[in-house]
Nanobody, 123 residues
Framework: QVQLVESGGGLVQAGGSLRLSCAAS????????MAWFRQAPGKDREFVAS????????SYADSVKDRFTISRDNAKNTVYLQMNSLKPEDTSVYYC????????????????WGQGTQVTVSS
């Protein structure tokens, strides 16, 4: 099991950028694939991006491709989500999650979750 704590959320104008961080505790961080999900009020939790253990592979939802970049630093036990060209529809609570495979895009495939960080994009 790994404990996850997100940070970096906030209020930003459309077209702006934010960088989310997710700090993990535990010595086994480098053995987990990591992902970001988001959930807007009244909507299901949706996949945003995932990254492999070695950082060689990543996957993105079509809605964020070419705008968001996921990365990780195994030495710092941290995964990041760089979000550029933000849109009002990106407004959500963003969660990081740890799982077995970066190919998994369903939330049920991930075992450990952070508490979430709010991102609000104003028009």
């Amino acid at each position: 099991q790994v404990q996850l704590v997100e940070s970096g959320g906030g209020l930003v104008q459309a077209g702006g950028s934010l960088r989310l961080s997710c700090a993990a505790s535990g010595r086994t961080f480098s053995s987990y694939a990591m992902a970001w999900f988001r959930q807007a009020p009244g909507k299901d939790r949706e996949f945003v991006a995932s990254i492999s253990v070695t950082t060689h592979s990543a996957s993105y939802a079509d809605s964020v491709k070419d705008r968001f970049t996921i990365s990780r630093d195994n030495a710092k036990n941290t995964v990041y989500l760089q979000m550029n060209s933000l849109k009002p529809e990106d407004t959500s609570v963003y969660y990081c999650a740890a799982g077995r495979s970066w190919r998994d895009t369903l939330s049920t495939a991930y075992d450990d979750w952070g508490q979430g960080t709010q991102v609000t994009v104003s028009s």
